[in-house]
Structures are given as structure tokens and as C-alpha cells.
């Protein structure tokens, strides 16, 4: 529903774009959505939006019980069918093929994939040796790019298709003790700009979603961890990485939810190849 409401509510200085951009009706009333990585924090916000949003969703990611949870907290979709829960390991092609090709039949297609899963470490650069690298870099980036294979093959084939990356401010502003995560989303920002122009005339968009630091135990994991190495409290350490990104206050991870869904929407239409920092 249109609301331009030009006067703003108690906290003008949080609103913004997102807040009018999606108090309009994103028409995904029972689109079928596969996202992947919906147990973490931001996957949990982004299932919310798009379940209030009426589409039916296929959430993907290893732990089942969780993913379970999620599902059964979230509204029907539209028209009153329950959301699926499909177990994949990015880890493995086989697995995510199988993912795919379960939520594919069970949809009955696949209008949006969306990528939340991640998982990174930070760490003093000389300190990282290949093994961390290699654990940072394969979810995030080589489990987005097997996902990716599995699921633009399918898309082209349809001739239809909006996918959505969510991969991290740190592309542009890397952290000096969070190196790894940033070279992936820097490597997955490249392929969103890259692949959008061979899935183009195919009929399918791609974009990125880059958040800055959000609220979440993930952030509070890498801060305690790097409290830890510089004998700071895990405060000082937030304050200190705040500073260093130039934000004043964390996002939360609604915020990211709603441009991902944006993204996910025909509003977005005829937007490819880019990406909204967070
Ligand atoms: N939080 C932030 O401040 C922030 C900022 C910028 C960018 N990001 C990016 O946003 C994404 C999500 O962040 P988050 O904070 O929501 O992370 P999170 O809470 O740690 O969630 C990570 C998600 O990834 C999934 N995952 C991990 N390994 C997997 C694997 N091998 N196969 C399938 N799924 C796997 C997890 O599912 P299972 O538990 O089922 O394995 C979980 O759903 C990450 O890529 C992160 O880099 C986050």
C-alpha cells in the first residue's frame, strides 16, 4: 500500500529510504523464494520480511532443528501454504543440487534466490595461515559461487529469475583483522557485477546487498575475539572497529532485510548487476 507520509515519527533521524521504500506493496504475495542461510541473523530477519510479505519460502541451511524454528515462528504464505525446510550443505555441489531440486519441485519453481549463509574469522594478517583463509573463503565465497551454479542454470532455463547476494561492506572498507570475509565479498561483488550482464538477456537480475556492521552474535563473536588478542574489553573492541568503520550506531538486521527484499521485488526490476550498502 502507497504511503508517502512526508512527516516523519519519533526518531526522524531513523527514517529513511528503507522506511518509505517499503511501506510500499512489494507484490510478492506468493512468490516462491529460496534462501539460503536463513537460520543465521540476517536470514531470520529477511525470512520475516519476506513471510510478511506473503511469499512462500524454501529456507535453506545445515541445521534442520533450527531452520525448523524459524519456519514454524513465520505467517503462511499468502495463500495459506507452510514454508519448507530443506537441509544443504554448501560445502558439497551434491548437496545444494539435491537442496535446490527439492524447494524447485515443492514450489513448483523458483521466482527469487537469496544467499544470507556466511561464516568468517578474523585475526591479525601474519597470524591467519592458509587453513583459515581456505575455512573463511569456502562458505562464503565458493559455497555462494556452487549455490549459484546450481540455481542460475536453472533461472536461464525459465528465462526469469532475481537473485540476491548478501555480501558485506568490508569489500570497500576492509578491516585490517578481517581480512578473509572482506576479499570474499569483494570476489562475490565482482561476480554479481560480472554475471549480471551474461544473465541479462536471459531474463534474470542479480544484485548485492553490502551491509556494514549489524547486531548480531556474529559481530559480538568477532569482537570478543579481537577484544581477546588486543587485551581490550569487548567494548572498547566495538568501539574502536566503529570508529575505524565510520558509523556511529549498528544497523539492525531489519535494515538489511528490507533492501534485500527490495532486491527480491519488481520494484527492483530494472536494477542488475548492483549493490546497496547497508
Ligand atoms: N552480521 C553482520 O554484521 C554482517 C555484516 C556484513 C555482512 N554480513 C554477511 O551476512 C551473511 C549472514 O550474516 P549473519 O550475521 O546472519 O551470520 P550468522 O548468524 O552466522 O549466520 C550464518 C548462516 O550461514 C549458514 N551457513 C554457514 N555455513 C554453512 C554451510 N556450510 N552450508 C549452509 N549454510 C551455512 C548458517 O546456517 P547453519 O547454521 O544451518 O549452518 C547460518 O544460517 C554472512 O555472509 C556475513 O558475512 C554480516
Redesign the pocket.
Known amino acids: 500500500m502507497a504511503n508517502y507520509a512526508l512527516w516523519a515519527p519519533a526518531r526522524p533521524w531513523r527514517v529513511t529510504a528503507s522506511d518509505r521504500l517499503m511501506s510500499e506493496d512489494l507484490q510478492l504475495s506468493d512468490h516462491r523464494i529460496v534462501l ?10 529477511i525470512a520475516r520480511k519476506l513471510a510478511d510479505e506473503g511469499t512462500h519460502l524454501a529456507l ?5 532443528e ?2 525448523k524454528a524459524v519456519a514454524d515462528g513465520l505467517p503462511n504464505s499468502a495463500s495459506g501454504r507452510r514454508h519448507l525446510v530443506v537441509q ?4 558439497q555441489q551434491p ?1 545444494i543440487d539435491t537442496a535446490i531440486d527439492t524447494a524447485e519441485k515443492d514450489l513448483g519453481g523458483i521466482d527469487v534466490f537469496i ?6 574469522q578474523g585475526g591479525i594478517f601474519w597470524e591467519l595461515d592458509d587453513a583459515a583463509w581456505q575455512r573463511n573463503l ?3 565465497l565458493f ?2 559461487l556452487r549455490i549459484l551454479r546450481s540455481v542460475s542454470a536453472r533461472m536461464t532455463q525459465s528465462n526469469r529469475g532475481r537473485i540476491v547476494i ?5 569489500a570497500e572498507k576492509p578491516d585490517p583483522r578481517m581480512l578473509p ?1 572482506a576479499a ?2 569483494a570476489a562475490l561483488l565482482t561476480i554479481v557485477r560480472g554475471l549480471a550482464d551474461e544473465l541479462k538477456p536471459r531474463g534474470v537480475t542479480i544484485n548485492a546487498v ?10 559480538d563473536a ?1 569482537m570478543k575475539a579481537e577484544a581477546e588478542r588486543s587485551g581490550v574489553t569487548p567494548e572498547q573492541a566495538t568501539a574502536a572497529f566503529l570508529e575505524r568503520s565510520g558509523v556511529r550506531e ?2 539492525a ?1 531489519e535494515d ?1 532485510a528490507d533492501y534485500v527484499a527490495f532486491f527480491a521485488s519488481n520494484l527492483s526490476s530494472y536494477l542488475t548487476g548492483t549493490s546497496i550498502t547497508v
Open positions: 539460503c542461510g536463513a537460520n543465521g541473523t540476517l536470514g531470520r530477519a535453506l541451511g545445515r541445521n534442520i533450527a531452520m544443504c550443505d554448501l560445502g548437496s544467499s544470507a549463509a556466511g561464516a568468517s569456502e562458505v562464503k559455497g555462494t548478501v555480501a558485506g561492506n568490508s570475509g570474499a565479498n553490502s551491509p556494514g556492521p549489524v547486531r548480531s552474535p556474529r559481530l568477532l549498528l544497523a538486521p538489511v
